[in-house]
């Protein structure tokens, strides 16, 4: 829901960091590959107890996420880069959730299992829709310049880091911040699956 506002915002200075990197000879799936690591580290620092220091990596790790497609603008775009960048994605929305559960499995447990269940519902839905999107010629920049469809909902990216940042804020609260999370995830999901009844129905 804010991820095309917060583009028009962060975008300039991602493409302008995103050509001094390329210059520079750093690829975009170069930076990929460590903004996964970055989130991976963050998921590592939370299951030990200290999510409070895992928000300086989670944060590199969305910047780094940004920047991948930045650097690949500045050079070439290429559709394994849009499908590394989406794993590596998926992979880091699982983690930190699943982070949260082997740190406190008795208290998160239950809430980790519904969000992860609603991020695999959700995703799905995403993912799927960029097919049909695809399949049917259908185009749209209005989160940026994607290798692939983004179909906008009630969350998206913006919103999830800000969820993952408050999370590790109040950690505490995660079993509530989860279950409410989780929630709206199903129904971005469900209205996600309407919308595309109606566009895709023949």
Known sequence: MLDRHARRLID????????????????????????????LFAAALIALGAPGWALLPLIASRVADGLDGAVARATRKTDFGGYLDIAADFLFYGAIPMAFVLHDPATNGAAGAFLLASFYFNGTSFLGYAILAEKHGHKTDAQGQKSLYYSNGILEGTETIVFFGLICLLPTYFSLLAWVFGALCFATAILRIYAAKKMFTI
């Open 12 to 39: 300039p200075p991602l493409n302008q960091i995103g050509a001094v990197l390329a210059a520079r000879g750093i690829t975009a799936d170069g930076v990929t590959l460590i903004g996964g690591a970055l989130g």
